[in-house]
């Protein structure tokens, strides 16, 4: 072996020279692979390897290679954040390196390539770190043969390209990876998708210093041993939802530093004795199933500066021995049911986040919080928090600069004397619901604001001119809603980075402000906003919601706002004075449009086709205008439409069979009532409708649209828009500023429908309310409109049904509202049940209907002289006319009045029973059919 002598530092030491072979090797380990620098942060250490020149063939000199000191072999390599971009595979020469013990590939890019499987053969390894390196595929099995690894981490290999993980670990599971490494200290699949269990035996791994398993889909329930193992400074199983566990209880102290379980499915409560994780610098339980109350214990946690529990059910008081926890830096507890005031804090001087949000807090605001002059964020909103607050507190808190006290009861006082006023600087400044009367004169002086909210308060009259020159530069989010104002608007916004603007619900007057082009969320409804839409609209980049409704606006709807619909979600233009046609909406395929609310305008002409384009649209609302045109069927090409409202306008004619359409397969809510539509009801959709025949009520969620978009130099802002409709039911106009995603409703009243109602709809188990009034149908009631238990609402009168009402009908346990009035329906109303509460005036119109709410008894009204088997016999037109005569002939004899009335009585049962007899063959054709 070739020796050579080198000098550093007046040190002279022995360096081995590489074996050919492996020098060989690495070379063309190199040369299989591109250097991208573009990347990433990277450092190409690989480009300083020369395979000639002096000393440039010895590896062991090579920058990332490391060797043995007596034999030259290659046993470590590091070539972490290399600009490596390439695929690799088992016939790499990089698994020639036999005496490999540490390899770390990490930060590289291998292009969707697997783990080769020939890793398996590096049996030397105790090191091993392929993170963020873009593999892809299946983790090899043969991983687990490297029984001597104390280091393995293989976490985020996500892929944006191929949208996966690294491995979907189909074979093997967790278990069969690790069954063979006992002798692992770290540990670090973060971000894998395992979709497995945690091994029992995990928890007799004793060397295990660091368990990263966050985000890995993992399953079953965690062994509770894991938490107390005798090295381990890191557990992280955060983000794993369908992973179950307790916290156990804890006899010994425990060197753990870290411990995150947020976004995991751990339940049940904290023991007392969690006060022996005395060594915990980091507790995250965020987004657990947590309950029950928070240990005053923790307050013995005295090394945490990192204290998450949000997002739980924990009750009870916040603890006052978090006085204790003097290190903390974060202290989080929103989104809980706690209760009770809130403790003095004054100690936790390093606090820079407190987050007391959204729990059931009540008291003053204690003035001590003032003491805290590191804190940077203070969110209090959405408690039960009452009294005086004077907001000179927060002047004194030099380093705060997001303060959210919205959504309580509280009154703000301020102080214009105060001189610390121009030397705040808020960055987010929410005051929602604070009793304000007036803008707050400090805000005149912040230059640096992001966020600002003082929406549902009483702040009247006009806003002051200063608030057009406050943080030009900075403000992205403005939200005044729900308050006083009147005067009017400027005629362009001045904020040139403004992507959020709320005015909505107040008396401002004017024209539209032109937003900047930044814009992404807009809502100036419910104003007294006139003219038309400037053309400047149409110069937005990407907007996500556009509210004008509820205004005065006329003119005709700008064509360019059609070409918005590749980033706008929703667009609400409803209750103004728009007239003319719709313009071409979803011009190109590539839309996101969800929802469109044009109703109450005067629009004229067709529904554009090219809304077909529109393949997320959710709901189309276009009622109460002057639209004409036959039933649009190509919305059936839709995938995903819940809500057609088409009422009150002028469409016509025959509803046609879809052809080649799916036929609307999501859908929730149909209203094509007062139109002009002629010819049976469009039973050929009914089988179709996927989402009305099924009943699932847990869990359920709202309809309606949920987008993201980041904030410069705060985080991702993200805002929920649930749809709205005002449709019919129960009789009554009513408005849903919410709709269940089970909530089912149909109504096609006051049209020209004829025929009968087709047994089908029986199907529609979700169904809340079917309305078909108003229209010319026969037949009978089907008796399959009994299975709709979910129904509330049920409406057909002012048609020619005839028949008896079904005693089914008497199963709808929660039909509040029933109207069959002014039909041709004969016999008993069925009693007993919700029938009983039902007024007489939804039967009336019904001459043939009898009972008790009609005060009407339902007695034989056959004459004993008749013969028993006249009717049982007779079962044909010609038969009954002969009976009828013999009444007239009786007439003759017995006296003409008497006779008369007689043959009334018996046309009228016998047109009743014959009525009766033809639904019940209709029904067995219906059921033989189906």
């Known amino acids: 072996m070739v020796l050579e002598i080198v000098v550093a530092n007046s040190f002279t030491s022995v360096q081995p020279a590489c074996h050919d072979d492996e020098s060989s090797a690495l070379m063309q380990f190199k040369d299989s692979f591109a250097i991208h620098k573009s990347a990433s942060l990277c450092d190409p250490k690989v480009l300083q390897w020369k395979s000639h020149g002096v000393n440039s063939s010895n590896c062991c000199l090579w920058n990332g290679v490391q060797c043995d000191g007596k034999t030259g072999h290659v046993i470590g390599l590091d070539l972490s954040s290399s600009c490596l971009f390439g695929s690799t595979n088992s016939n790499s020469t990089l698994f020639n390196l036999v005496h490999l013990q540490s390899l770390n590939l ?29 593999f892809w595929g299946q ?40 069954q063979n490494l006992t002798n692992l200290e770290v540990l670090d699949l973060s971000g894998v998708d395992l979709s497995s269990r945690v091994p029992d035996y995990l928890a007799n791994f004793t060397s295990l210093t660091y368990i990263m398993l966050s985000d890995c889909e993992l399953q079953g329930e965690f062994p509770s041993g894991a938490f107390q193992l005798p090295n381990l400074r890191i557990l992280d199983v955060s983000s794993n939802g369908n992973l179950k566990g307790y916290i156990p209880d804890f006899h010994h102290k425990s060197p753990l530093k870290e411990l995150k379980l947020g976004g995991s499915g751990f339940s049940g409560g904290l023991p007392s004795s ?10 995250d339980f965020q987004d657990c199933n947590f309950s029950g109350p928070i240990p005053s214990s923790l307050g013995k946690l005295t090394q945490l500066t990192f204290l998450v529990l949000s997002e739980n059910s924990f009750s009870g008081h916040i603890p006052r021995s978090f006085q204790n926890l003097t290190r903390l830096t974060k202290l989080v507890l929103r989104y809980n049911p706690l209760f009770g005031p809130i403790p003095s804090l004054s100690n936790l001087t390093n606090l820079n986040l407190l987050d007391f949000s959204d729990n059931q807090l009540h008291g003053r605001v204690p003035q001590s919080l003032s003491n805290l002059m590191n804190l940077e964020t203070l969110y209090l909103h959405s408690n039960k928090l009452n009294g005086a607050l004077e907001f000179d507190m927060f002047f004194r808190m030099k380093s705060l600069a997001y303060l959210d006290l919205g959504r309580n009861n509280l009154s703000l006082l301020f102080s214009k004397g105060n001189k610390n006023v121009t030397s705040s600087k808020f960055k987010l400044l929410a005051l929602e619901s604070c009793n304000l009367s007036e803008f707050p004169y400090f805000i005149r002086h912040q230059n640096e604001l992001e966020r600002l909210s003082l929406a549902k308060n009483q702040i009247c009259c006009e806003i002051p001119k200063w608030m057009w020159k406050t943080s030009i530069d900075t403000l992205v989010s403005f939200s005044i809603e729900d308050n006083l104002l009147t005067g009017f608007l400027p005629v362009a916004l001045p904020w040139v980075n403004l992507l959020t603007f709320g005015v909505s619900f107040n008396r401002l007057q004017g024209t539209l402000p032109i937003p900047p082009p930044s814009i992404v969320f807009y809502n100036v409804s419910n104003n007294l906003l006139s003219g038309e839409v400037p053309i400047m609209f149409c110069n937005l980049s990407s907007p996500y919601n556009l509210d004008l409704s509820n205004n005065t606006l006329d003119g005709n709807i700008p064509e360019c706002l059609g070409n918005l619909s590749s980033t706008l979600y929703v667009l609400n233009l409803r209750n103004n004075f728009f007239k003319g046609i719709i313009p071409k909406i979803c011009n190109n395929k590539a839309s996101n449009l969800r929802i469109i609310y044009l109703s109450y305008n005067k629009l004229q002409g067709q529904l554009p086709r090219t809304l077909s384009n529109c393949k997320m649209l959710e709901g189309i609302v276009v009622s109460n205008n002057q639209l004409s045109d036959v039933f649009p069927s190509w919305l059936g090409s839709l995938p995903v439409l819940k809500l057609l409202i088409l009422q009150h306008n002028g469409f016509y004619g025959v509803i046609e069979k879809p052809k080649g359409y799916i036929g609307f397969p999501e859908l929730r809510v149909l209203d094509i009532s007062f139109n002009n539509f002629t010819g049976e009801l469009p039973s050929h959709y009914v089988s179709s409708w996927n989402a009305m025949k099924a009943i699932d009520p847990h869990p359920f969620t709202y309809l309606g649209v949920i987008f993201n978009f980041t904030v410069p130099k705060t985080a991702l802002y993200q805002d929920k828009i649930r749809f709205t409709i005002t449709i019919t039911t129960k009789g009554v106009n009513r408005y849903y500023g919410a709709i269940q995603d089970i909530f089912a409703f149909i109504d096609m009243s006051s049209n020209k429908f004829e025929g009968e109602i087709s047994t089908l709809f029986g199907n529609l188990k979700s169904f809340r309310s079917l309305n078909l009034s108003n ?65 007489s005036s939804s039967f009336e119109g019904n001459p043939g209907l009898c009972g008790d709410i009609l005060f009407k008894k339902c007695g034989d009204l056959e004459p004993l002289s008749l013969p028993p088997s006249a009717f049982e016999k007779n079962d044909d037109l010609e038969s009954m006319f002969k009976l009828d005569w013999k009444f007239v002939l009786i007439g003759f004899v017995s006296g003409l009045v008497v006779g008369v009335a007689l043959g009334d009585m018996v046309i009228i049962r016998r047109h009743g029973w014959l009525v009766k007899m033809q639904c019940k063959r209709r029904r067995r054709r219906r059921y033989q059919r189906n």
């Not at 690894?149 to 069969?176: A, C, M, Q, T, W």
């Open 106 to 134: 990490a930060d590289n890019d291998f292009n969707s390539s697997e783990i080769p499987v020939a890793v398996g053969k590096l049996l030397g390894l105790t090191y091993l770190n392929l993170s963020h390196c873009f």
């Open 139 to 178: 983790i090899p099995l043969e991983i687990s043969h490297l029984y001597k690894l104390s280091h393995l981490d293989l976490s985020f290999n996500h892929n944006e390209n191929v949208h996966s993980i690294i491995s979907k670990f189909r074979s093997p599971n967790l278990g069969s990876l690790l």
């Open 274 to 283: 969690i006060k022996m994780l005395d060594s915990l610098d980091l507790l």
């Open 775 to 839: 229209n010319m149908l026969t037949g009978c009631i089907p008796s399959s409109l009994g299975n709709l238990t979910e129904l509330e609402s049920l409406d057909l009168s002012q048609n020619n049904l005839s028949g008896e009402i079904p005693q089914q009908l008497k199963q709808l346990m929660f039909l509040a509202s029933f109207n069959v009035s002014y039909n041709k329906l004969t016999g008993p109303i069925p009693q007993g049940n919700q029938f009983s509460a039902f007024e």
